[in-house]
């Protein structure tokens, strides 16, 4: 298992993961800092990343797309507030409209991610956390809310006819 | 980022829950407020046993919660709040255990800066 731990905050709206991978610590920063190895991770397998500017410096921005199944393109943006290379890196996580700019009403995440060595390998810690609780209700409310919605009144629909 | 995708079987579970009439029914009485087993069980022409097993359905999903109290099992559907960020940490975590998985298979698969490239992409 590559992932060893996971823990969740639901009162700090928090995310703590631990993932041991079998590289050295500077392996696994290359996979951070070249961004054509990076937007092979990034997205889901679906839904792959590409990313247009990336600059993992304090202060920096980082831009990306995902792009979907039917060819739509989702933007993305990362500020870099603390670099360390090749042991940390902390970044808040936002979307952005389809002409790149940011978008102050979606959801921000601020993820710090550790690197040390831990027997022979590399020891990843990332700590996750939503900025707001109202943001994180609206990236659901998006989501699961809406399928839940979409599947009762598709069910409803079929019922009633 | 986080891109929104049920697993097909969330999907599956949730239409599944919700495909029956009897237990929209009782999904509809929660929301209005706390119930209990018993007094569902009064509510529909049933078998308390018959009842129990749709709301077992409803918990499976994560839809409601049961809790017993003294000879009572207390129904209620799950605060709005609480759901939200387990189901937002949960999309979290699933994100991340689908980068980390792949972050692996790169460290596996793809050569480093001072290894030749061999053509072998499995």
């Not at chain 1, 921000?108 to 900025?131: K, N, W, Y």
């Not at chain 2, 891109?3 to 009782?26: C, M, Q």
């Not at chain 2, 009842?51 to 003294?70: C, N, P, S, Y």
């Not at chain 2, 189901?87 to 790169?106: F, K, S, Y």
């Amino acid at each position: 298992m590559t992932v060893t731990s996971v823990e969740k905050d639901f009162d700090t709206l928090s995310l703590h993961l631990v993932a041991d991978f079998a590289a050295p610590v500077e392996r696994v920063w290359q996979l951070w800092e070249d961004p054509r190895q990076l937007e092979r991770w990034w997205g889901p397998p679906t839904y792959p990343a590409t990313f247009e500017a990336h600059d993992l410096t304090p202060g920096a921005e980082v831009t990306y797309f995902m792009t979907s199944p039917e060819g739509e393109k989702y933007r993305g943006w990362w500020q870099i507030t603390s670099a360390n290379p090749p042991k940390s890196l902390e970044f808040i996580d936002g979307f952005a409209d389809a002409d790149g700019a940011k978008n102050p009403d979606m959801p921000l995440t601020t993820t710090r991610m550790e690197l040390a060595e831990h027997d022979g390998g590399t020891r990843m810690e990332l700590h996750s956390t939503f900025d707001s609780r109202e943001q994180m209700d609206q990236l659901v409310a998006m989501g699961m809310a809406e399928g839940i919605q979409q599947a009762v009144g598709q069910i409803d629909a079929i019922l009633a006819g | 980022m986080v891109v929104h995708e049920l697993t097909d079987e969330a999907v599956d579970g949730l239409f599944h829950a919700l495909a029956d009439s009897t237990r929209r029914n009782i999904l509809h009485r929660c929301v209005q407020g706390e119930s209990s087993v018993s007094r569902l069980a009064d509510a529909y022409p049933m078998s308390f046993a018959a009842v129990q097993k749709h709301v077992a359905v409803l918990e499976r999903v994560g839809l409601i919660t049961k809790e017993r109290r003294g000879r009572e099992q207390l129904v209620r559907t799950v605060p709005d709040a609480v759901l939200r960020a387990r189901q937002a940490l949960d999309e979290l975590e699933q994100a991340w255990r689908g980068r980390v998985d792949a972050m692996a298979d790169l460290l596996a698969h793809v050569p480093t800066d001072d290894t030749p490239m061999e053509g072998t992409n499995p």
